[in-house]
């Protein structure tokens, strides 16, 4: 594996590559890796001549209030899980390398940012925009690797790669989760030993829901409450959202049907989690 810091550098050996013939499959990361970007990583292995993988902490995407200070890091653990995968070339930038001193252009995102994680945290998803265009330009992958996790961050750049026309493949990766239905998340070593074991009751809380909608449910709102109502119960977290819509268009539904999401988020003392399920009705 070959560790470059230079965003020029790793964009001419791509460009080489490229010039050989090799695909290039990238799995975009804030580093801190798991099993959930380790899946990422395998999809890509399977699917192209060249693995690349950004870790970057990007400044852009975290409010004022955020953990972009804290947010875990651990490069030497990184690097070695990053070999384990097969990765062929990881991009590990400084702030400076992606931004310089001051940049003149960014992403503004004009749909689908006005509810879930968009709403939430304002800008968000124009600092995810900005530094995917740039990674998208560095790297020029055929195929990128999202994470259903972040399902609204999957749609946005579905969009992005529409409206800007990068000749890049979208794959969502379905959520990978610890044993007890957690998602699996850098923040989540965060969590204090009793919030971790509550912490399974979001997936449980989204689970009671599925099955309700199997029985016939189709109301938003009493889905919305009997998530609320559980997660109330069974945990000391504090809701931030728990919302339904149409996926990926992240549209309202007055009744369930087609393609659906439903996500949440909920802060605890020192992380805030988010997770969902899609389904199709
Ligand atoms: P992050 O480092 O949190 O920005 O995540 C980098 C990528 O890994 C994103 O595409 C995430 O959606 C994806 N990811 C993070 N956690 C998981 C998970 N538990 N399962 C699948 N993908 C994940």
């Known amino acids: 594996m ?30 801190y890796l798991h099993e959930g970007h380790v899946a990422l990583l395998e999809n890509a292995r399977r699917e192209n001549d060249l693995v690349v993988l950004s870790i970057f902490v990007n400044p852009l995407q975290f409010g004022p ?25 990881l991009f590990y930038p400084t702030v ?7 940049p003149s252009v960014k992403v503004n ?6 509810c879930l994680c968009g709403r939430k945290r304002p800008g968000h998803f124009d600092g995810v925009a900005t530094v995917i265009t740039k990674f998208f330009n560095i790297v020029l992958p055929d195929k990128a690797y999202f994470g259903m996790k972040d399902a609204q961050q999957v749609a946005i750049i579905d969009g992005l790669i529409q409206d800007f026309n990068f000749p890049v493949e979208l794959v969502p990766v379905d959520i990978i989760r610890e044993e007890d239905g957690l998602a699996k998340s850098s923040r ?28 016939g449910e189709r109301n938003p709102q009493k889905i919305i409450a009997l998530i609320k109502e559980h997660i109330q119960a069974e945990t000391k977290g504090i809701i931030d959202y728990v919302e339904v819509y149409q996926y990926p268009d992240l ?31």
Do not use: C, W
């Open 2 to 31: 070959k560790i470059f810091t230079s965003a020029k550098e790793i964009q001419q050996v791509i460009l080489h590559d490229k010039s050989n013939k090799k695909s290039i499959g990238y799995v975009a990361t804030m580093g």
């Open 65 to 89: 209030n955020e953990d972009f200070e804290t947010y875990p890091r651990d490069l030497a653990r990184d690097e070695s899980l990053a070999v384990d995968a097969g990765v062929d070339y």
């Open 96 to 102: 400076y390398e992606m931004y310089g001193d001051d």
């Open 109 to 114: 995102v004009q749909n689908r940012t006005d």
């Open 188 to 215: 989540n070593v965060f969590l204090l030993e009793d919030e971790r074991l509550e912490a399974k009751e979001l997936y449980q809380s989204l689970l009671k829901a599925k099955t309700a909608i199997g029985t």
């Open 251 to 281: 549209k309202l539904l007055d009744v369930l049907s087609g393609k659906i999401i439903i996500a949440l988020a909920v802060k605890f003392k020192h992380a805030r989690l988010i997770d969902n399920i899609t389904l199709t009705i």
